[in-house]
C-alpha cells in the first residue's frame, strides 16, 4: 500500500496547560485530595451552585439540538451589561472566540499584536490561521509598557491588537485611564480585543464601560474564571458595534454552545454571590501568600497581580522553573512551569492564588526544596 505523506500546516507550538490532579495522584501516588493544583487559574469554591442546579435541569434537553446562536445566553448576557442579544456571540469556551475573532477579522500575513510574553494560544491560533504574530514588549516585572504598545501599535499597524487585562501571566492591570489611551490612538483599520478573562479578580470592571466609546473595542470574557465553569466551556464576545459581532456568528461552527453550556452560563451570569465569594478569597489569599513568600530565600513574588494568579520569581541561581516545577510534583503541588509559557524563560512559575491550605503548601514546599 502506497501511503500519502501529509505536512499539517499547523505544526510547531502547542499550548501546555495546567496538569490534572489524576496525573500526578497516579505518577507519585499522592491521594488526589492531598494535591494542590495551582496551575490552571480555576475558581476555589468550585462551581456556580445556581449553574449546577441549571445543567442538571438541562439534562431532560440532551436529545433536542440547541438554538445554533445561543439566544438566551446572548441574552441574559446582553442584559446583565446593558447592551442587546446582536451585542454578544457565544463560544465553547473564550478560546473559542479569540479563534473566531482571529480568523474573521485579519486576512492571511496580516498582523496580530499581543504583549510578549501573553497567553500563548493568541499566537498559536494567529499561526495555524496563516496570521502573523507581532509582539509588544513588557518591562521590568512586567510593566505593560502603554507608551511602548501605542507606538507599536502606530507602527506596525496590526490589523487586531490583544490586551489582556489583567495580564496572562503577571497578573499586571492597565488601569482605565492606560486603556483609553491605547483604544484612543488605535486607527480605524485595528481591532482592539481586551481579554478580560480575570477581570473579577482585579475589582475594577471597567471594559464593559469602554464598549460605547470604542466602535472598534471587542470586550472577550470567560465563565471558567470567577464563575467556576471551566469544565462547562462557555465564554463570550460582546461589543457596542454589532457589526463586529455579526461576522463571528457567521464563521462560529453552527451549535458550538450545547444546551448543558447554555443552561449554565444563564444561570451563572447573575449569580454574583459566587463571584464575590471567590473574589474575597482570592484578594485575600493574595495578600496572605505574599506575605508568606517573602519569609522563603531563593523565591521572589514578581509584585503587582490583580488576578487569581501570580508569578514566583526563582532567585537561587542552582534552581530552575523546571527543577522547581518537577520537585512541586512530587511533593504534591501543582504549578505552571514557566519554561512552558512562550517568552517567560526558565525562572518563573505561574502560581494560582487559592484556599490558604493550599498557599501554606505551596510555600512550605518551595522553603522544603531550598533547604533539600
Ligand atoms: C487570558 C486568557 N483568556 C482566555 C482564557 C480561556 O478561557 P476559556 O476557558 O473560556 O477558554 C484563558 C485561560 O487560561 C486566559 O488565560
Redesign the pocket.
Known amino acids: 500500500m502506497v501511503m500519502a505523506s501529509f505536512t499539517a500546516l499547523t505544526e510547531g507550538e502547542v499550548y501546555v ?1 495546567g496538569l490534572p490532579s489524576e496525573y500526578v495522584a497516579e505518577r507519585y501516588g499522592i491521594a488526589p485530595d492531598q494535591i494542590a493544583k495551582l496551575g ?2 480555576e475558581n476555589p469554591h468550585g462551581a456556580s451552585p445556581k449553574a449546577r442546579a441549571a445543567v442538571e435541569a438541562a439534562l431532560g434537553r440532551l436529545d433536542l439540538y440547541p438554538d445554533w446562536t445561543a439566544r438566551r445566553l446572548r441574552e441574559a448576557i446582553a442584559q446583565k451589561y446593558g447592551f442587546d442579544a446582536d451585542n454578544v456571540v457565544c ?8 479563534s473566531m475573532v482571529i480568523r474573521a477579522f485579519a486576512r492571511p500575513d496580516a498582523p496580530v499584536m499581543m504583549h510578549d510574553p ?2 500563548p ?1 493568541y499566537r498559536i491560533y494567529s499561526n495555524c490561521e496563516g496570521r502573523c504574530p507581532v509582539f509588544t514588549p513588557t518591562g521590568k516585572d512586567f510593566d505593560p509598557l502603554v507608551d511602548q504598545y501605542i507606538e507599536n501599535l502606530r507602527k506596525l499597524k496590526p490589523r487586531i491588537a490583544f490586551i ?1 487585562n489583567p ?3 503577571s497578573g499586571r492591570l492597565i488601569d482605565e485611564a492606560g486603556v483609553r489611551r491605547i483604544c484612543d490612538a488605535a486607527s480605524e483599520g485595528t481591532l482592539m480585543v481586551l ?1 478580560e ?2 477581570i473579577h479578580y482585579s475589582e475594577t470592571e471597567f471594559g464593559m464601560q469602554l464598549l460605547r466609546d470604542y466602535p472598534n473595542l471587542i470586550v ?6 470567577a464563575f467556576g465553569l ?1 469544565g462547562l ?3 463570550f464576545g460582546i461589543s457596542a458595534n454589532p457589526r463586529l459581532i455579526l461576522p463571528l456568528r457567521n464563521i462560529k461552527p453552527t451549535w458550538n454552545m450545547g444546551q448543558l453550556q447554555i443552561a449554565g452560563g444563564v444561570a451563572a451570569i447573575n449569580d454574583d454571590e459566587h463571584v464575590r465569594r471567590a473574589v474575597k478569597t482570592v484578594v485575600e489569599m493574595r495578600a496572605y501568600v505574599a506575605e508568606r513568600l517573602a519569609t522563603v530565600p531563593g523565591f521572589r513574588m514578581v509584585p503587582g497581580s490583580r488576578a487569581n494568579f501570580f508569578l514566583t520569581e526563582i532567585l537561587a541561581p542552582e534552581l530552575d522553573s523546571t527543577t522547581v516545577f518537577e520537585e512541586l510534583l512530587k511533593r504534591g503541588v501543582i504549578v505552571k512551569n514557566g519554561a512552558d509559557i512562550p517568552g517567560l524563560g526558565s525562572r518563573y512559575l505561574r502560581v494560582d492564588v487559592n484556599l490558604k491550605r493550599h498557599m501554606d503548601r505551596f510555600v512550605s514546599a518551595l522553603a522544603d526544596i531550598r533547604s533539600a
Open positions: 496547560p490552571s487559574a463560544g465553547s469556551g473564550e478560546t473559542e472566540v479569540i501573553c497567553f494560544l489582556t495580564h496572562n501571566p481579554d478573562a480575570y472577550l470574557r470567560t465563565f471558567s474564571k471551566a466551556r462557555v465564554g
